[in-house]
């Protein structure tokens, strides 16, 4: 198996569960299954710590925070340490729904965080606090975009609506037209890139808008299989344009049930590659050996 170039589709909250249940072929691929992801005990997979996570294959510590919000150094480094020690005082996993964990200790904590990067003791993270390098520093030909924390245009404006559309059902319309201009908008970028093969050994596009749609639509089963159906006949066609020697992998971040996060994410690869219940921060290292680095 020769492995000339890597192509990744990182889709956010792509959920192992539901790709298995409505059998997406094109998702699944050659190979899929779970995977583990760099997580403190009970700790919800957040996307920004997550993706960054991935591109270095480092845990979150050595990748740079383990916080949604993130102090200057030093005083990060120290927040590091004692983070790991005092979250299990200050936070209950056990919501069932995205409503009830709007009522737990959680939403007082997130209270809180708003409130140091208010008054702008934190900020939220971005690539100055990704200390480690990654796989877009080794691989030299490398494109990559909206990756999370690493590109600054990671997330769509919409995003903050997305809380919004979630209390106020009069915001959805207009919430899902946003997500699907956005799968649009970076569905074209991929097949643009396609034709341009010959400028890269690594290219890694990043979509949000499942993560959206899961939280607003939590409730609406068709409305999310709408999208998933999307992604599954994009795949479909992605697999027809690249050639034999691309490796194509499809991860997730984490999956999404009932507007919450999974704690194991989805990967897929077009070539298989007997991957036993791999780590998330694994793939790093294996596309790396797989173009020669
Ligand atoms: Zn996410």
Known sequence: MRINRVLILGIDAL???????????????????????????????????IWPCFITGKIPKEMGFSTIHVF??????????????????????????????????????DKFANWLNKIGLTHPPSKSDIISDTLFDTIPNSIHFHVPVYDNDAFPAYRKKVVDAIENPAHRPILEIQCLQEFKQRTKEVFEWLERKDEWDLFMQYFFVLDAVQHVFYNNPKKIAKFYIMFDEFVGKVRERIDDDTLLLIVSDHGQKKGIHTNYGFYSVNKPLG???????????????????
């Open 15 to 49: 959920e192992y569960d539901l790709v298995e249940k409505w059998d997406l072929r094109n998702l699944k691929q050659e190979e899929y299954g779970k995977t583990e992801l760099p997580l403190l005990p009970n700790q919800e997979p957040a996307t920004v710590i």
């Open 72 to 109: 200057p150094q030093p005083i990060q480094r120290v927040v590091e340490v004692a983070y790991p020690r005092v979250r299990k005082y200050l936070i209950d996993y056990n919501a069932k729904d995205i409503t009830e964990k709007k009522k737990g200790k959680q939403s007082y904590l």
């Open 275 to 293: 991957l036993k219940n791999p780590k998330l921060i694994d793939f790093r290292w294996i596309i790396e050996e797989l173009i020669g680095r």
